[in-house]
């Protein structure tokens, strides 16, 4: 496979696979968005995803990553990412949760991730999820030949702190491919001292993803040695998808219409 400064190029081939891959994962994401309701347990969510999983002939790329137990990360409120689906869990009105998936097809990836809010949420948890969405879209809006990967950086964190919001930098986007987790890494600020990014090319594909949380940016892993959660408890949000880098900018991948 082609590489530029380490970072993979994909071909025809592999961008149809990924395109498909992508698609499939966005269905599953619209889906469960759509049932986001007050009084439904996250661990519905978790066996949507693993029904149509199976009814698309694709596995849940998650499961078994790294020992992940489960097809989804579903993350309530104080949970930035990884947080696990539970029968316990019940989603109340005024809770926000984001959903982080992908499926593998044909030995490559999908990564996507949409936070929804539960009935009537606070004029707070609406500002943060809207926000972070935004700062999604803006750091697609980077993603083009001429740029280089801190450009994209560049343009979530000017967003996220004009609005007054934090940055969770312990989790980064990422190349996704064949491997759920490929170079480069993508963080959601511009790092100091490390020169400047890798330069964008036709053919990579990016999995670019926003964190952001509204008190601290600082994180806390449970115990179970996945759930990443705000430490001062305040709400975070995350939105991801992965695109292809073209000629002359970047096509989402992972919307269900592409299917
Ligand atoms: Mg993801
Ligand atoms: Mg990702």
Same mark, same amino acid.
């Given at each position: 496979?082609?590489?530029?400064?380490?970072?993979?190029?994909?071909?025809?081939?592999?961008?149809?696979?990924?395109?498909?891959?992508?698609?499939?994962?966005?269905?599953?994401?619209?889906?469960?968005?759509?049932?986001?309701?007050?009084? !439904?347990?996250?661990?519905?969510?978790?066996?949507?995803?693993?029904?149509? $999983?199976?009814?698309?002939?694709?596995?849940?790329?998650?499961?078994?990553?790294?020992? #992940?137990?489960?097809?989804?990360?579903?993350?309530?409120?104080?949970?930035?990412?990884?947080?696990?689906?539970?029968?316990? $869990? &019940?989603?109340?009105?005024?809770?926000?949760?984001?959903?982080?998936?992908?499926?593998?097809?044909?030995?490559?990836?999908?990564?996507?991730?949409?936070?929804?809010?539960?009935?009537?949420?606070?004029?707070?948890?609406?500002?943060?999820?809207?926000?972070?969405?935004?700062?999604?879209?803006? /750091?697609?809006?980077?993603?083009?030949?001429?740029?280089? !990967?801190?450009? &994209?950086?560049?343009? !979530?964190?000017?967003?996220?702190?004009?609005?007054?919001?934090?940055?969770?930098?312990?989790?980064?986007?990422?190349?996704?491919?064949?491997?759920?987790?490929?170079?480069?890494?993508?963080?959601? #600020?511009?790092?100091?001292?490390?020169?400047?990014?890798?330069?964008?090319?036709?053919?990579?594909?990016?999995?670019?993803?926003?964190?952001?949380?509204?008190?601290?940016?600082?994180?806390?892993?449970?115990?179970?040695?996945?759930?990443?959660?705000?430490?001062?408890?305040?709400?975070?949000?995350?939105?991801?998808?992965?695109?292809?880098?073209?000629?002359?900018?970047?096509? &989402?991948?992972?919307?269900? /219409?592409?299917?």
């Amino acid at each position: 496979m082609k590489k530029f400064r380490g970072v993979f190029i994909k071909n025809e081939r592999e961008i149809a696979l990924l395109r498909k891959a992508n698609a499939l994962t966005a269905a599953i994401l619209d889906e469960l968005v759509a049932q986001v309701r007050p009084g !439904v347990p996250t661990m519905m969510f978790e066996d949507m995803a693993q029904a149509m $999983c199976r009814d698309f002939g694709v596995r849940p790329s998650f499961q078994g990553y790294a020992g #992940f137990p489960y097809a989804l990360c579903c993350s309530v409120n104080e949970t930035v990412v990884h947080g696990f689906p539970s029968a316990d $869990c &019940i989603l109340k009105e005024g809770d926000i949760v984001s959903f982080d998936m992908g499926v593998e097809y044909e030995g490559f990836h999908g990564d996507s991730a949409r936070t929804a809010l539960v009935g009537e949420v606070s004029d707070a948890a609406k500002h943060l999820s809207r926000v972070t969405e935004e700062c999604l879209h803006l /750091g697609i809006a980077a993603a083009r030949p001429g740029n280089d !990967v801190y450009a &994209i950086s560049a343009a !979530v964190q000017r967003h996220a702190e004009a609005e007054g919001l934090k940055i969770i930098r312990r989790f980064v986007g990422h190349g996704v491919g064949a491997k759920r987790h490929e170079k480069p890494e993508i963080p959601n #600020f511009v790092p100091q001292g490390l020169g400047e990014g890798v330069p964008l090319k036709p053919g990579m594909v990016l999995a670019i993803e926003p964190m952001l949380a509204i008190g601290t940016e600082e994180v806390v892993i449970l115990p179970d040695g996945w759930t990443a959660n705000m430490k001062d408890h305040s709400l975070a949000a995350h939105w991801e998808h992965s695109v292809l880098i073209t000629h002359d900018g970047a096509e &989402i991948l992972s919307l269900a /219409g592409k299917r």
